[in-house]
Each structure stands twice: as C-alpha cells, then as structure tokens.
Nanobody
Framework: QVQLVESGGGLVQPGGSLRLSCVARGFTFSSYIMSWYRQAPGKERELVATITSVGGRSNYADSVKGRFTISRDNAKNTVYLQMNSLKPEDTAVYYC???????????WGQGTQVTVSS
C-alpha cells in the first residue's frame, strides 16, 4: 500500500524553525521526484520546493528561498523540509508529493499543519 506520511508540523513563533518529515512506503522512493506544497486557508495549493530523485538538484518558490531547505535520504525513504526564519504568512497545511521520474504515477500525503504566530 502506497503511503506518504508527513510529520513535524506545529505552532511556532515568528522567526522560529521547524523540520518537516515525509516518510514514503509502498513504492520505489529513489525513483521519485519529491516536492513539498502548502495550502493556506482560502488559497490555492502552491509549490514550495522540489528535489530530484537522487537529490542532486532542488528548486524553491521565491517566497521561501534562503529560508527553507529540502533534502532527502533515500536509504530512509524520507524527504525533509527545514524551515527557518518562519513568518506568519508561512502558516498553511504542508503536503509532500511524489512524482515518478519514469511514469505518470504520483502520490500525495495527508498534510501537516504549520502555524506561525506569536
């Protein structure tokens, strides 16, 4: 059974940090491009960061460049999002997504809430 399970969300003060994790099960993780998306209340889901299947390249939304870092550990079937210097506008549900580099298969996690507030 395919699963993407996010964790690490929570309430943090502005300027603080959080590290999100997404553990993958049921598919060949190392063959998938991994991404983090987020969706704030009343807004569309937006792409935050992407990392290639072997982790050699990553891309970020302009709004998080220099503050967020995406990484992966293929041995642990896990992708991470390190979030520093958090702002209230980073408040959203964060989702991880897996997209196959060899087919049209793709999967979503259930999301984890991040709230940045004093």
């Amino acid at each position: 059974q395919v699963q993407l399970v996010e964790s690490g969300g929570g309430l943090v003060q502005p300027g603080g940090s959080l590290r999100l994790s997404c553990v993958a099960r049921g598919f060949t993780f190392s063959s998938y491009i991994m991404s983090w998306y987020r969706q704030a209340p009343g807004k569309e889901r937006e792409l935050v960061a992407t990392i290639t299947s072997v982790g050699g390249r990553s891309n970020y939304a302009d709004s998080v460049k220099g503050r967020f870092t995406i990484s992966r550990d293929n041995a642990k079937n896990t992708v991470y999002l390190q979030m520093n210097s958090l702002k209230p506008e980073d408040t959203a549900v964060y989702y991880c997504k897996a997209v196959s580099s060899r087919s049209v298969d793709h999967y979503w996690g259930q999301g984890t809430q991040v709230t940045v507030s004093s």
